[in-house]
């Protein structure tokens, strides 16, 4: 079972759309015993990283679990990778602090948000990347980014002003800046990949 956790923001609902198109059911929850029967996490991706942190402060303990000790695949989408992080400059609260780093804004010189199609820098291979290649575009509407403080989980950048990362990956747990259930093909593909990893 996948579980999209249901932390009062975020696009539930296209995610689990797009999920039903590729053959695949979710669940939308936020419920600590579903939570522990999912075969695999994902944390949406649209709203402010604040009230996401604040909603997710009674699951917390059992989602650091579930992520680093018994290594569930997680897909964090946009705020849903900032979420990895302790900290965001987007608002106060917690992150899980999977990965060390920050999450900070887009430069003042690039107009904000950063809102269309982009493509990506493939830096290193990833299961999530499985055919994926730098002519693909993909859909990315957001102010803030993750930078982790250790690039080997970077695995691909996308340039608007500077080169920001829009992919991380390390052993079960993965982060795209962009949306894939926004994406077309391309994001099918990504998600392809990822329900491919559950069945594993």
């Known amino acids: 079972m996948i579980v999209v956790l249901d932390y ?52 917390r ?13 997680t897909l964090g989408i946009c705020l849903g990778m900032h979420l990895f992080f302790p900290k965001s400059d987007e608002g106060g609260g917690d992150g899980l602090g999977i990965f060390q ?8 010189y690039v107009k904000t948000p950063h809102m269309g199609w982009n493509n990506l820098r493939v830096i290193k291979s990833s299961p999530i990347l499985d055919g ?22 970077v695995a691909a950048e996308t340039g608007y002003g500077i080169d920001f990362p829009s992919v991380i990956s390390s052993g079960n747990i993965f982060g795209v800046q962009f949306h894939p259930e926004k994406s077309g093909k391309p994001g099918e593909l990504v998600m392809k990949n990822f329900v491919k990893l559950i069945k594993r």
Do not use: M
């Not at 303990?61 to 695949?73: A, F, G, R, T």
């Not at 780093?101 to 003042?108: E, H, R």
């Not at 730098?134 to 989980?153: C, M, N, R, T, W």
């Open 61 to 73: 303990d059992i989602l650091i679990k579930l992520l680093l000790e018994d290594q569930v695949p």
């Open 101 to 108: 780093g920050q999450v900070t804004k887009l430069p003042k």
């Open 8 to 59: 009062g923001v975020g696009n539930l609902f296209s995610i689990k759309h797009s999920f039903k198109k590729i053959g695949y059911q979710v669940e939308v929850c936020l419920d600590v015993e579903e939570l522990k029967r999912s075969d695999a996490i994902i944390f949406p991706g649209v709203g402010n990283f604040a009230a996401a942190s604040k909603n997710i402060k009674n699951v």
């Open 132 to 153: 994926i290649t730098e002519g693909d575009y993909f859909y990315f509407a957001h102010s803030y980014y993750a930078l982790p403080e250790d690039k080997g989980v």
